[in-house]
């Protein structure tokens, strides 16, 4: 009881001592702000839920080949179009291929194509954002035209004509996809860097000689993050959705590929008498894209000052 005692005295000196309205560095303020942080986030059931349907797809991703039961690629005509059941849990499809383990094959595809378009359209859209409204004048009004032109097409539109003009393929769409993802980013990171750059600690730093290009990365993009990385987490949905869209279209992944939105389109054909071949994909595509979106407001409630308060 007194070692119980001890540490639940200790949590509570913790927690003051990084609560404290007067904090006595810099270090200090940082744990306060991500302690309380923190807090909210794990109070927030549905924001857990969905950073546990991000962990479970990357867990299913990563043991992709252990836990699927069969080859996502092998064929069994005789096994056709077969119901849910002990064999098959959640059916086979019109080759005889078992719908679950294509499911978990394919979490590999979707998990590849949200990390691809997230390491090369955040930058992008960070790099344009940040330079747009640090520079102002001629450049800000270059790059946000740049920007309005890509915004003023809707992004499946827009995603379908480059895979048209670059062929079909997945490499393809997560390219198109990323060409047209940046531009809210920018837009975001603009607004934010607007505000920061008349502050006086930015004032501060180029009166001790910092260059545009440090002020830049080492002061302006660090803060902008934070509203970055919710609209990020928040547009993967999207991205989700546009990718099975373009595999539907088939302008995504080829057959055999397991994509999700490729199972839906070659499912269709059977949807009313064979439910299950094109549902159970639909189901995977609604679930991590819920999952996403519930994380990502999650993550507004932590990084988001104004909304924190």
């Known amino acids: 009881m007194t070692t119980v005692a001890n ?21 200090q303020a940082r744990l306060g702000r991500f302690y309380v942080g923190w807090l909210g ?23 992709a080949p252990l836990l699927a039961p069969y080859s996502p690629y092998a064929q069994d005509l005789t096994q056709r179009l077969m119901p849910p059941g002990p064999d098959h849990w959640l059916g086979t499809d019109e080759f005889g291929r078992d719908i679950l383990s294509r499911i978990i094959h394919g979490s590999r ?22 330079v747009s409204g640090y520079l102002g004048g001629w450049v800000d009004a270059v790059l946000m035209r740049i920007t309005d032109i890509f915004l003023a097409f809707p992004k499946l539109i827009l995603a379908l004509a480059f895979v048209a003009a670059l062929g079909p393929g997945i490499e393809n769409a997560i390219l198109a996809i990323a060409i047209t993802s940046w531009p809210p980013y920018a837009r975001i990171a603009r607004a934010e860097t607007i505000t920061i750059r008349g502050s006086d ?6 009166l001790q000689g910092a260059s545009r290009t440090r002020v830049i990365l080492r002061h302006v993009m660090p803060l902008c993050m934070s509203s970055l990385i919710v ?15 373009l595999g539907f279209l088939g302008l995504g992944a080829q057959p ?5 939105g490729a199972m839906i389109s070659s499912g269709r054909k059977y949807i009313l008498d064979h439910w299950w071949v094109a549902t159970m994909p ?6 991590v894209s819920l999952g996403f979106n519930l994380l990502g407001d999650g993550l507004r409630d932590v990084l988001d000052p104004k909304h924190r308060s």
């Open 7 to 27: 540490g639940n005295e200790d949590r509570g000196r913790l927690k003051e001592w990084l609560l404290t309205d007067a904090p006595h560095s810099a270090a």
């Open 41 to 63: 986030f794990v109070r927030n059931r549905l924001a857990l839920l969905g950073l546990g349907i991000i962990l479970f797809l990357i867990v299913v991703a990563a043991l």
């Open 109 to 130: 595809i979707t998990l590849y194509v949200i990390v691809l378009v997230t390491v090369t359209a955040a930058p992008i859209g960070l790099i344009m954002g940040t």
């Open 201 to 206: 600690f930015i004032a501060a730093v180029r």
């Open 231 to 245: 609209r990020v987490t928040l547009d993967m949905a999207g991205v989700i959705l546009i990718a099975a869209g």
């Open 256 to 260: 055999p590929m397991p994509e999700w």
């Open 282 to 287: 639909g189901i995977a595509i609604f679930v």
